[in-house]
């Protein structure tokens, strides 16, 4: 349902931007979204600003609650970038403030049970028979404590902290395309405002610069909405992951498991949409000598393993770079209580240079966010656009 919003406004789009008025209209709706631009990146940064201070607090209280032992760098970076079972907000002293999420379990011995992740009280309580592992292989999760002291883990459907956030970004989305193709529809000779004269551009920048030179003029149209969607579904996570106040600040496109199923969507389009040179040549490429695949098939053995090694690939990029921009943010924030454990006046000295830094990091991560969306539906397409090469036709016209 999705890719039929992203589909009319891109066909609508087609049928209008070439009419020499609406490209000048066009053409001063972008210059002026280039100048709102400007304001909106000031506005950016105060609330980069102001959130990096909220995050600073709560990496004060942290610290507060391990007073008594050495600070623990990497404890504070991995607790914010995983998931967790509750929307945490902001510390005030020693008081956690949060949004709790709920809870769902399937035990082997009592059966199911729902309840709001308060009633962990913040992981420091047990609640049924169940607890927040604070160490161990089950570190973070929901275990079950039998009678011997054994922990166990349950089957767990919860509703946490990232499956909110996936929630959150599809409403959105939703929200922005339906509005946009009701205008599509109701004006479709006026000139683009408002929202739709943001998406506008982008959805052009898709189609023409990605969709049409990967997969080919005759072929596009039937892969351009999964490319929108994909391309606007990691573009709105990473800017919402940027901000750590409700809603953002959750890792979606961080967390491993969600780029893995992205990635995935884009193998089995792939897959199924191969011709049949892309198969056969898979085994048996042109222009390869016979001796790199007989008797030992070295090449069909690369070309096989390429495959897969794909969606490896835009799993691991997505990852590891949304998350490396969250590391390096903590890790700058980490440097002022590290100092602080050597000397109060290193700290207050470390922390300007440390917070300055942070805001340049998160000023440059709405850059990354863009360019990550990007690389992602780039290589999307062109995987997709070598699926379905017909060779044959290629070698006529060569």
Same mark, same amino acid.
């Given at each position: 349902?999705?890719?039929?919003?992203?589909?009319?406004?891109?066909?609508?789009?087609?049928?209008?931007?070439?009419?020499?008025?609406?490209?000048?209209?066009?053409?001063?709706?972008?210059?002026?979204?280039?100048?709102?631009?400007?304001?909106?990146?000031?506005?950016?940064?105060?609330?980069?600003?102001?959130?990096?201070?909220?995050?600073?607090?709560?990496?004060? +209280?942290?610290?507060?609650?391990?007073?008594?032992?050495?600070?623990? %760098?990497?404890?504070?970076?991995?607790?914010?970038?995983?998931?967790?079972? $509750?929307?945490?907000?902001?510390?005030?002293?020693? %008081?956690?403030?949060?949004?709790?999420?709920?809870?769902?379990?399937?035990?082997?011995?009592?059966?199911?049970?729902?309840?709001? =992740?308060?009633?962990?009280?913040?992981? %420091?309580?047990?609640?049924?028979?169940?607890?927040? !592992?604070?160490?161990?292989?089950?570190?973070?999760?929901?275990?079950?404590?039998?009678?011997?002291?054994?922990?166990?883990?349950?089957?767990?459907?919860?509703?946490?902290?990232?499956?909110?956030?996936?929630?959150?970004?599809?409403?959105?989305?939703?929200?922005?395309?339906?509005?946009?193709?009701?205008?599509?529809?109701?004006?479709?000779?006026?000139?683009?405002?408002?929202?739709?004269?943001?998406?506008?551009?982008?959805?052009?920048?898709?189609?023409?610069?990605?969709?049409?030179?990967?997969?080919?003029? $005759?072929?596009?149209?039937?892969?351009?909405?999964?490319?929108? %969607?994909?391309?606007?579904?990691?573009?709105?996570?990473?800017?919402?992951?940027?901000?750590?106040?409700?809603?953002?600040?959750?890792?979606?496109?961080?967390?491993?498991?969600?780029?893995?199923?992205? +990635?995935?969507?884009?193998?089995?389009?792939?897959?199924?949409?191969?011709?049949?040179?892309?198969?056969?040549?898979?085994?048996?490429?042109?222009?390869?000598?016979?001796?790199?695949?007989?008797?030992?098939?070295?090449?069909?053995?690369? $070309?096989?393993?390429?495959?897969?090694?794909?969606?490896?690939?835009?799993?691991?990029?997505?990852?590891?770079?949304?998350? !490396?921009?969250?590391?390096?943010?903590?890790?700058?924030?980490?440097?002022?209580?590290?100092?602080?454990?050597?000397?109060?006046? +290193?700290?207050?000295?470390?922390?300007?240079? =440390?917070?300055?830094?942070?805001?340049?990091?998160?000023?440059?991560?709405?850059?990354?966010?863009?360019?990550? !969306?990007?690389?992602?539906?780039?290589?999307?397409?062109?995987?997709?656009?070598?699926?379905?090469?017909?060779?044959?036709?290629?070698?006529?016209?060569?």
């Amino acid at each position: 349902m999705k890719f039929t919003w992203f589909w009319a406004i891109s066909k609508n789009i087609r049928k209008s931007v070439y009419d020499p008025i609406n490209l000048f209209i066009f053409g001063r709706q972008f210059i002026k979204m280039i100048k709102v631009l400007k304001s909106i990146i000031l506005v950016l940064f105060v609330l980069t600003t102001s959130a990096n201070l909220l995050k600073a607090n709560d990496v004060h +209280a942290v610290s507060d609650t391990v007073a008594a032992k050495k600070f623990n %760098t990497g404890e504070l970076i991995f607790g914010h970038i995983k998931d967790s079972y $509750e929307w945490h907000i902001t510390s005030i002293g020693h %008081t956690e403030i949060g949004i709790p999420l709920p809870v769902i379990l399937y035990s082997q011995n009592s059966g199911f049970h729902v309840f709001m =992740s308060s009633k962990f009280h913040h992981g %420091t309580e047990e609640f049924e028979g169940f607890k927040i !592992a604070s160490e161990g292989k089950y570190q973070r999760k929901v275990v079950e404590v039998t009678a011997d002291g054994t922990e166990l883990r349950p089957w767990d459907l919860s509703i946490t902290k990232n499956v909110t956030s996936l929630f959150i970004s599809i409403l959105l989305i939703l929200l922005i395309f339906i509005s946009v193709a009701k205008r599509y529809r109701e004006n479709f000779d006026k000139a683009p405002k408002g929202l739709q004269g943001w998406i506008e551009p982008i959805v052009l920048f898709i189609r023409d610069d990605i969709a049409r030179p990967s997969i080919g003029n $005759e072929k596009y149209e039937k892969y351009l909405p999964y490319l929108l %969607t994909i391309f606007f579904f990691i573009f709105i996570n990473n800017v919402m992951g940027l901000f750590p106040f409700f809603p953002g600040g959750a890792n979606l496109t961080g967390d491993i498991s969600i780029t893995l199923v992205l +990635a995935t969507f884009t193998f089995v389009i792939t897959s199924l949409s191969g011709s049949r040179d892309y198969w056969v040549h898979l085994v048996n490429a042109p222009g390869i000598p016979w001796w790199l695949k007989f008797p030992l098939p070295l090449m069909p053995i690369v $070309e096989i393993m390429s495959v897969f090694i794909k969606p490896f690939v835009l799993t691991i990029r997505l990852f590891a770079n949304i998350t !490396a921009g969250h590391i390096i943010a903590l890790g700058f924030y980490s440097m002022i209580f590290i100092f602080g454990e050597k000397s109060a006046v +290193a700290a207050y000295g470390v922390s300007v240079v =440390s917070i300055t830094f942070t805001v340049f990091m998160s000023i440059l991560e709405l850059l990354v966010s863009f360019i990550q !969306a990007y690389v992602f539906t780039l290589l999307s397409a062109i995987y997709i656009g070598m699926a379905l090469e017909n060779h044959k036709a290629h070698a006529e016209v060569v």
